[in-house]
């Protein structure tokens, strides 16, 4: 009955051997790989559409997906999105428009279509070439409110607390507007200042801005009629505020990277955090019973930052992670389904291993200055880095405990999970390149991207369908693939299919790739059927009938065989040694290598140039250098052999040799010869003349002494360098004594041989 009620409630694949071989008669020389991809650094490296790549290294469908919006007037970002009720409303740029999106409907609510770019509520257009009193002079000339318009931006909006929209109006009339009653009205306008970046409320309804050039800072009673300056720093923009209900007003600055703690009663600040980049684009502060009330959260980051070729995963290799109440996998998978286990699976990677380190933050390291952070910063003011990309980060938001960050320029919305450092690309669009506004509704997500401008619905629900296509998986050398599998959680009515490809190029894009195979479904290890290539790419394919589950999968391994390969003599160096009393050994050094890490033996033979056949120095060594006497041959030009043999890792069907040939040598044991010499007198001076001849060897140098064994004299050949195999030398003595003399010499050359000869002589006196 137990038996029973498991086999209902899941399936289990047994485990098998993964590597394959092209058959038995290649035995050991065939070398089998597996390759494993089970963390984030290397799934990153791949290509998501429709599925979430975690940083701890998981692969599940994403979230569905829905563009909502994309057909808008001369806009091409849309800054911020306001939900109320079933109303989305949506601020854009460069024109300025701000949108509302009601029952599949957009509708144009500033400015008004009655008006040609006008800023606020009021009569319909003038007659043509009446100037309103809404245009401006420059130069002496009428500027309509429709050339102005094209200045403005939105970037800042909320709701006050009434629930009625507040609209900042970013341009040459900077304005703080409420939309009521279908009427965009003006409720404040801040001196000097051009932008609004950023509309926050407090718990009573206080209205703060944030606003630039100038780096101010105001506040607005619930009503909109009292305004005060509350800061002004010396930022020259304040890009983001959050209040806390703590009375305090958190404000973020440009230029210096600077988080302000601002009271508001009475007007005064401190510096909370000085941060190394130069913008802080977002603040959030926490409140309410969670566990994290009370923590200010901010992104900081540089608007010249370009997007990094490699994914936060491959940048964050962090080993272990913080204990949480989050332990369970993210949104596990449901009961019912298949258990897939990788076979012969190593050791869970560090990243998943228990138990966990205490959420200690360690020292931040030096990171190149175009990346961006998280900033986590706590009641006593303690701050910690959450999450690095090199990205700029433009947005931010929290939904059931994670940080939402939204970035360019590749359109990708983190999750990041501040308790259990985990992170994932939760989103990546496939068109736009920023993703600058998030707003949470209740369990979904609307997104508002720029280039193109688009408002996109991530519902609470899985997508069912979506595909991971690996990076380029590198044999080697062409190879045979053998099995895929995968580690992974798939619930009933979920399945997950696998195409490969195979090609010999590094590059995915070449025209001589292999197509994709048909998908098929994994219930367990599946053998590849792309042709034999170095290169193998694979493709998985998570569907599920319903959004309420979704496949997981924790690793993939593939397989792959490479037939054995000849070993190959790299270099062969062949040098007479010099070391007193090894005169006329050679040191035979060689290096060798083996594609399939085979155990390589060597033998070494040597022949004269000229001769056909090879005479063996010694065979089945070892090491990489041998000694071999020279003066066991006659005199010649040699040529040595290294032949390396990878038999002790293969029968005597398969094994393979690779050879390599010296460069000629020299053996050279005979010293030079004397072919001709003359004595001659003059007084008590004798000259000598020698002629030297060797017939291998250059004559190196020749020494003299007179009456001795010990003081040796140099002297150079009569055309004064030492160059040739034949030299003459002429010795001419001083004045010597009346009597008999001997006059030795001794003939190097330049491989050590040396000769010896004495002349005597009869000097006869005056």
Known sequence: MIQECCRRNRRRIAAVVLFVVFSASLGQAVTSKITRHASGKDLLAGKADGVVVTSRGTIQLGRSATVLASEFEDVWSVNRIVVSGGTIFLGTSPNGHVYQYSLDKMTKIYPPESRRGSASSGPAEPPAGEATKEDEKKDGQV?????????????????????????????PKCRL???EASKMETIFEPDG??????????????????????????????????????YQARDKNILSVAASRDGFVYAGGDTRGLIYKINPRNKTAAVLYDSDEPEISALLAVDGLSTQAGVLYATATSANVVEAEQKFAAQQNVSGRPESRKDEDVRGAAEGGLRLKVANSSPPPASRAAPPAPPRPAPRPAKPGTASYIYRIDKQGYVTEVFSEAAVFLCLTRQDGNL????????????VDPETERHAILYEDPRAAQIAAVTVSEQDLYLGTANPARLVLLSSNYATRGTYQSDLIDAGQPAKWGKLQVDADIPRGCKVLVATRSGNVKDVNDPTFSEWTEPVEMTGPVQLRCPVGRFCQY?????ADDGRKTPTIREVAVASTVPNLAPKVESIDVARLLTPGKEGVFKIGYKAADENDDKLIYRLDFRKLGRTNWIQIRDKVETDNLEWDGKTVEDGRYEVRVTASDERSNTTATKLTGRRISDPIVVDNT??????????????????KLEITDELSIISRLEYTIDSNAEWKGTLPDD???????????????????????????????????????????????
């Open 143 to 171: 500027v309509e409110a429709t050339e102005r318009l094209s200045n403005e931006h939105i970037f800042a909006m909320a709701l006050d607390v009434a629930g009625r929209l507040l609209v900042g109006i970013s341009g």
């Open 177 to 179: 507007c409420r939309y």
């Open 193 to 230: 200042a051009t932008y609004i970046f950023d509309i926050e409320t407090d718990n009573v309804g206080n209205i703060y801005l944030g606003t630039g050039p100038n780096g101010k800072v105001y506040v607005l009673d619930p009503s909109g009629k009292v305004a005060q300056l509350v």
């Open 404 to 415: 939402l960050v939204g970035s360019g320029n590749g359109g990708q919305l983190y999750s």
């Open 539 to 543: 493709k998985l394919i998570l569907e």
């Open 671 to 688: 010293p030079p010869v004397i072919r001709k010499y003359a004595i001659e007198k003059s007084g008590r001076t004798v000259t000598l």
């Open 720 to 766: 004064l360098v030492c160059d040739t195999t034949e030299e003459s030398f002429t010795l001419t003595t001083e004045e010597l004594e009346p009597g008999e003399h001997v006059i030795a010499v001794r003939i190097f050359d330049d491989v050590g041989n040396v000769t010896f000869r004495t002349f005597e002589v009869n000097v006869q006196g005056k």
